[in-house]
């Protein structure tokens, strides 16, 4: 499936933003998305995912973001509400086909298939 992720932007401190994940695919409902992020020097982690039932997040996120699905338009999106400086990073959607991987597994890079090209949020203090 081919993604597209979009929204990014420069924001103050305490600001918000609405990252978006649109897919190619019909089927894009069934799969299971998750956003990730890059800051410079720094690895690519985990900051949301969802699947058809369930969601989850990274502990440092969680409260702030809110990671939700509209299988009308195919797209995910990620609510980034109260940003901090330490959240400027590169935004990337991933996804992968259902296939009863746990949120352990789901936290992971390597579990995904598909990635979107990034997006970049930068927050001033």
């Known amino acids: 499936v081919q993604l597209q992720a979009f929204g990014g932007g420069l924001v103050q401190a305490g600001g918000c933003l609405r990252l978006s994940c649109a897919a190619s695919s019909r089927t894009f409902s069934t799969y299971t998305v998750g956003w990730f992020r890059q800051a410079p020097g720094k690895e690519r982690e985990f900051v949301a995912g969802?699947?058809?039932?369930?969601?989850d997040y990274a502990d440092f996120m969680r409260g702030r973001f809110t990671v939700s699905r509209d299988n009308a338009k195919n797209s995910v999106y990620l609510q980034m509400n109260s940003l901090k400086p330490e959240d400027t990073a590169v935004y990337y959607c991933a996804a992968r086909t259902p296939d009863g991987s746990t949120w352990s597994a789901l936290m992971r890079s390597q579990t995904y298939d598909s990635w979107g090209q990034g997006t970049q949020v930068t927050v001033s203090s």
């Open positions: 969802i699947t058809r039932s369930s969601k």
